[in-house]
Each structure stands twice: as C-alpha cells, then as structure tokens.
Nanobody, 115 residues
Framework: QVQLVESGGGLVQPGGSLRLSCAAS????????MGWYRQAPEKQRELVAR???????NYADSVKGRFTISTDNAKNTVYLQMNSLKPEDTAVYYC?????????WGQGTQVTVSS
C-alpha cells in the first residue's frame, strides 16, 4: 500500500504563486509516475501535470509556462510550483502515484484564486 499526503493549498490572489507538495509513504517502488490532477465544482477531474521516475514531464495546455512539476526522490515527494495563478485555476488538487500496475490518490488540497 502507498499513502499520499498533499499540502500547500490555500487562498491566493490572481497573479500569485503556491507550491503544492505530495509526500508518498509505504511500499515505494523506484519506477513510478506521479501526477497532479484538479477538479473544479461541477467539472470533471483533469490532469494538470505528470512526471515519470525517468524525469519525463507533460502538462495540460492551460498551465504550460506557469506550472512546474518536480520530484525529490530522497523524500518521495512530488511538487507542483504554480505561478501566475488565475481564478480558473481554483479547484481541489489531487496527487496520484502509479506504480506496480496500481494507482493511488491523495485526499486533495483546495486551491482558491480570488481577490
């Protein structure tokens, strides 16, 4: 089993920045994919960014150039640096880890972008 704990969400003004963290614990494999998803009210959950253990990344078009995903393998943690935040970035952000043919989800952290 793998447990994921997200942190770093909050309220920020448009144009501001936040950094989300997702710490994994439990049975950790060295080969994995980790990603950040978000779900706004009355919308489907969507992929924001993803990174593999080999370092490959991909981003939703809506966040390219503003968000950066990174990992610290020593801490089993994935980060999402979010800059130039917009009101439409408001959502609950979820962390996902895929390893060994299974996927695991965190509990989510709320990000609200509002003046």
């Amino acid at each position: 089993q793998v447990q994921l704990v997200e942190s770093g969400g909050g309220l920020v003004q448009p144009g501001g920045s936040l950094r989300l963290s997702c710490a994994a614990s439990g049975m950790i494999f060295s080969i994995y994919t980790m990603g950040w998803y978000r779900q706004a009210p009355e919308k489907q959950r969507e992929l924001v960014a993803r990174i593999t253990s080999g370092g490959s990344t991909n981003y939703a078009d809506s966040v390219k150039g503003r968000f950066t995903i990174s990992t610290d393998n020593a801490k089993n943690t994935v980060y999402l640096q979010m800059n130039s935040l917009k009101p439409e970035d408001t959502a609950v952000y979820y962390c996902e880890r895929i390893q060994g043919g299974r996927n695991y989800w965190g509990q989510g952290t709320q990000v609200t972008v509002s003046s």
